[in-house]
């Protein structure tokens, strides 16, 4: 079965700094991969997706996530974070199995954004 | 588009009683899913469906639970009795094909027991 690992709970990081957000998953063939956001009290909203071709992907509002096979990872980026990114991020890996046809979400890693 | 529809945002209500959660996915969505968040266990995927018809159940965590698609506009989801252990939000998603070509989530409906 596929799984998904958020090795960090939670990251602070000072307003205009970089970012980078780790995700490991596990699947026996080429993975779907995403990276979710959800606000305080919100829903989650789809921030990118991989499915194949170009390994690095762009997002909304600002962010890129690299896909790496060697690693199985699919780590998310963002150049310079601002105070309104601070919000839960989670990732999140494809079945393509019939009848699994689901989504499979790590356990999310909450990040704090500082003056 | 009005996107994925919960309600209510949020319920109160004391144990035993019977709990009505309603979900209204996005008009061509074929794929419906319930998922419940709790701090302790993440995102659980309770139940999805397809085309209305229920495809994997093995996440509802036991025969208080139940969930319905009459139509392809709404679903709900019942739990009865309700129990504090119960309290959480559940978030309903649809989606446009299977599940692995990413959802779009509805607000949640908060879930408080007591």
């Known amino acids: 079965a596929q799984s998904v690992t958020q090795p960090d709970i939670h990251i602070t990081v000072s307003e205009g700094a970089s970012l980078e957000l780790r995700c490991n998953y596990s699947y026996g063939a080429t993975p779907y991969l995403f990276w979710y956001v959800q606000s305080p009290g919100q829903g989650l909203q789809l921030l990118l997706k991989?499915?194949?071709?170009?390994?690095l992907v762009q997002g909304i509002k600002g962010f890129e996530a690299e896909f790496k096979r060697s690693q199985s990872s699919f780590n998310l980026r963002k150049p310079s974070v601002h105070w309104s990114d601070a919000a839960e991020y989670f990732c999140a890996v494809g079945d393509l199995n019939f009848g699994n046809e689901k989504l499979t979400f790590g356990t999310g890693t909450r990040l704090t954004i500082i003056p | 588009d009005a996107g994925v529809i919960q309600s209510p945002r949020h319920e109160v209500t004391e144990m035993g009683q019977e709990v009505t959660l309603r979900c209204k996915p996005i008009s061509g969505h074929d794929y419906l899913f319930w998922y419940r968040q709790t701090m302790m266990r993440g995102l659980e995927l309770l139940i999805y469906?397809?085309?209305?018809?229920?495809?994997?159940d093995s996440g509802m965590p036991e025969d208080r639970f139940s969930a319905k698609m009459p139509n392809a506009s709404f679903s709900t989801l019942k739990i009865q009795p309700s129990e504090p252990r119960d309290s959480a939000v559940y978030f309903c998603?649809?989606?446009?094909?299977?599940?692995?070509?990413?959802?779009?989530f509805g607000s949640g409906t908060r879930l408080t027991v007591v």
């Open positions: 469906f397809n085309n209305n018809v229920p495809i994997d």
């Open positions: 991989y499915f194949s071709g170009d390994t």
């Open positions: 998603a649809s989606s446009l094909g299977p599940g692995w070509i990413g959802y779009t």
